[in-house]
């Protein structure tokens, strides 16, 4: 994945700083050419461990996935978003 640095550093940053709760429910599945697609509904809650700040998440989210060498490798997620830090809104 061309973006594989920068969703690292997302995930990074959400379980340093956060409390997560995450459930994934794969709602359809297809294959095609050795390439696998879930269609998944994705609930995160997120609960700052500095207290104050928290966010609910609820996306259908696309994960493509191939096997290379033996082993599933997630080749794209769509939308990004889902995995982006806390976002803390002033007022």
């Known amino acids: 994945m061309k973006t594989f640095g920068t969703i690292e550093e997302n995930i990074s940053a959400l379980t340093a700083q956060n409390e997560i709760l995450c459930a994934i429910d794969v709602v359809e599945e297809s294959e095609t050419d050795g390439l696998t697609v879930l269609d998944a509904d994705w609930y995160m809650q ?12 609820r996306e259908r989210v696309r994960l493509k996935l191939k096997k290379f060498q033996g082993k599933w490798k997630i080749i794209s997620i769509d939308p990004i978003e889902i995995l982006y830090p806390l976002r803390i809104q002033s007022r």
């Open 46 to 57: 997120l609960k700052s461990l500095g207290g104050g700040a928290s966010e609910r998440r």
